[in-house]
T-cell receptor, first 113, second 111 residues
């Protein structure tokens, strides 16, 4: 149980375009989901907390107009990277909140050319 | 600010040996800790957790030790196997489901 999926697993886009990443909890309802960013050989950096039916809470230094989060249902949260630039290239990981721990998706590798 | 960090960025062990991965935390009020394993190109995978009212917890081939006096956490892997090669993160539950991750230790298992 507690499976989280992400789509797409990998995406390459041109600079200036927007990319949407989906995060789904497959066998449980996630009132809260989290979005992380991870650079090579680095730890996970929390970007934002996504709450179903309300606005996301962004961590300090994360531009909310740049990284749009929508959590329209208890099983789906989306992260849209708007006007992507090469520096947005990274590994994006979502998680669904369990009772105390988090269940992570497999990640989405974004490459902006 | 409060942080969770790891002592060693890399660890290399011989197959069959035991591995010990360490983590220091700074928030003395933290009461729940989790170890995750992350293989290359994948999301973190839950390994084992421990509450602050415990000193030790054992799983299958893994043991987590918690020393609240010195705010230290460790993960022991018995009879390390090539499949254990990954990056290991400790994480501290900050309340509201929010986790703070340590920097990670990359474990390499030599055949």
């Amino acid at each position: 149980g507690a499976v989280v999926s992400q789509h797409p697993s990998r995406v390459i886009c041109k600079s200036g375009t927007s990319v949407k990443i989906e995060c789904r909890s497959l066998d449980f309802q996630a009132t809260t989901m989290f979005w992380y960013r991870q650079f090579p050989k680095k730890s996970l950096m929390l970007m934002a907390t996504s709450n179903e039916g309300s606005k996301a809470t962004y961590e300090q230094g994360v531009e909310k107009d740049k990284f749009l989060i929508n959590h329209a249902s208890l099983t789906l949260s989306t992260l849209t990277v708007t006007s992507a630039h090469p520096e947005d290239s990274s590994f994006y990981i979502c998680s669904g909140a369990g009772e105390e721990t988090q269940y992570f998706g497999p990640g989405t590798r974004l490459l902006v050319l | 600010g409060e942080s969770v960090g790891l002592h060693l960025p890399t660890l290399s062990v011989q197959e069959g040996d035991n591995s010990i991965i360490n983590c220091a935390y700074s928030n003395s009020a933290s009461d729940y800790f989790i170890w995750y394993k992350q293989e290359s190109g994948k999301g973190p995978q839950f390994i084992i957790d421990i509450r602050s009212n415990m000193d030790k917890r054992q799983g299958q081939r893994v043991t987590v030790l918690l020393n609240k006096t010195v705010k230290h956490l460790s993960l022991q892997i018995a009879a390390t196997q090539p499949g254990d090669s990954a990056v290991y993160f400790c994480a501290e539950n900050m309340g509201g489901g929010k986790l703070i991750f340590g920097q990670g230790t990359e474990l390499s298992v030599k055949p």
